[in-house]
Each structure stands twice: as structure tokens, then as C-alpha cells.
């Protein structure tokens, strides 16, 4: 990845957000499950047969080039409560399907990296299995980046070049291949974007935008404390001194990164951006897209009710929306 972000490591897991008041979901009866199989998981048959045995009541949909993911989760809105089988990308459009619908959203990590899982505290689909049965849900943050929403990360500028460049070259020679490719191209071509980030003008190699504050604070942002901050965790690397682009090198190269003048970090509740090269160039969850000239981050007005482990630490059955009982389940 252009931007290095360590695995977390499936032991000690833990989601710390606000509990809400849940129903369980023991048979999948009111649940519909969006299965997205070319989200890059090997083990998505095991998840689907899995599913069919553990979740025999549940409504299974199946994305495919008939039945695109959009309209899948269309087909989906009869039911009570969402669920997503599929990488971060599915998962981001899963929860602005269930933020739309007022409806909770479970989470089957079938991708190949599940960051958003894996901050719930769900390292399989038994976690999230767990949780369905126990109606143990909590109500986490979603940002916005002009407009689109995030669980996850959002960027502009270099990043949203490399994945653009990264998928045109993936389904030639595989994604990991084609993302060291595309990194070795990005950073020999890029320049700086020119911006005013809360009025103050920057130019902008890589720009970080974490849904809530992430750790450890170096350039390797691998987990987050807490999913329900109302914070965004900023981190950049700034071009606007001639050298920039050697240091830049230079520090990636040798891993001194985090140490260089040429990265900065700031917690925000909101940020503003104004570009003076044109409309920008988005990305949020790993999906591109275009934005506008100015452009705002900022929290959705509604947190994101989803499934997961019972580890969480706050206050236990506070009511919020989304949290609806489906038809025939069990107490």
C-alpha cells in the first residue's frame, strides 16, 4: 500500500463503542444477507454454506454481473435487519444502505484486508454469528467526505491516485502486484496538491483522513481505541518546500517517515478543503471517486447500529435508531 497500515492480529479484539438495545437473530429470520464473493476472500464458500446452516431463515442475495451490489441491497430493504458478506468497499456501501433504511447492519468479513471488521472485534464470521444471536449491537461513527460516507479512512490527491492507477493494472497481473506497481508509478509521477485545509494553504503529497483517532501516531495507523469519538485523525505529508519530494523518498525509503519535517498530524471534528488545481479526486474505504472543488469532512448526523462481540465498554441498551425487532426471531 502507498500508505502503510499495519495488520491488526485477531487476538485481544475488542469493539469499544456505545452499546444499544438489541434483538437477537438466532435463525436469520428478517435478516437479508448481500453476499459479495468477488470482494477477494478465499474462504467464501465456507462463509456461505456456513451461513445457510447457522442462518437457515435468513434471505441470501447474491451480488453478481446480473445482479450488481446496488441493486442487491435493493432487493434487500423488505428486511428488518442488513447484513454484508465482502471487503471494506461492500461493507461501506452495505452501511450507507442501512443508515438510509433506518435498519442494523451485521458484518461477515470476506474480503482480503476487513479493516472495519477487525475494529469491531470480529476476526470471523463466528464473531459476528455471536453477536446475532446474543442481539449485541453498538452504534459507531460514520464520516462524510464531500457528501459520501466512510467507516473507515478517507484521502484525496496521491492515495486516490494509486488506487485508481492500482485497479486499472490489478485484473492484469493481481492486486498485490499491481499495487507495488502502481506505488513505484505514483510516486514517480505524482505532484503535490495545492489546498487550503481550514484556511491555511498546504500543498499535499498524502493526506490520511481516520474515521475517529487511530494508533500507534507514526505513519503506520493500524488500530482504533475507540469507534465512537466524533473525532477524525489527519495525518499528511506536505510538499510545499522544494525538497519535498526527496525527503519524501529518502524517509519512506529508510522508515523514518513519522520523523520527517515533511509529516503532520492533527485531530479534527471537522475539516474543511478548498483546492486550487480543480475538482479533487476522492477516495474513502479504497473506493475513488470525483468530488467537488471544496470540499467538507465531517460526521454523519446518525451513527452507523451494528452488529458485534459482546467486549464493548459503555452504557449497556441505550436505545437508538436502527435497532428495530425483526419478524419472528427470538428473544
Known sequence: MLWPRSPSEPAGLQCAADAVAGISIP???GLAIVL???????????????????????????????????????????????????????????????????RPLAVLPGGTLNHFARDLGIADPEGTLNALRGGDLVAVDVGLIDGKPFLNTASFGTYAAFVDARERLEGHIGKWAAAFVAAARVLRHAEPVRVDIDGRQRQIWMIFIGNC???????????????DDGLFDVRYLDGTSRASRTRFVIALITGQLSR?????RTVVRSLEVHSHDGPLRLARDGETFDGGIDVRIAKHPDRLVTYAPRTHSSTEGRPVAGAREPEGSGG
Open 213 to 227: 483517532e487511530y494508533q500507534p501516531p507514526g505513519f503506520a495507523p493500524s488500530r482504533r481505541d475507540r469507534l
Open 36 to 102: 459479495n464473493a468477488s470482494a477477494g476472500s478465499s474462504s467464501a464458500d465456507d462463509i456461505i454454506n456456513a451461513l445457510r446452516s447457522k442462518l437457515p431463515d435468513a434471505a441470501l442475495i447474491a451480488v453478481n454481473d446480473e445482479l450488481p451490489l446496488a441493486r442487491a441491497f435493493h432487493e434487500a430493504e423488505a428486511a428488518t435487519a442488513l447484513a454484508i458478506v465482502g471487503g471494506d468497499g461492500s461493507v461501506n456501501a452495505a452501511a450507507e444502505s442501512a443508515l438510509a433504511t433506518n
Open 27 to 29: 435463525s436469520g429470520a
Open 260 to 264: 520527517s519535517k515533511v509529516f503532520h
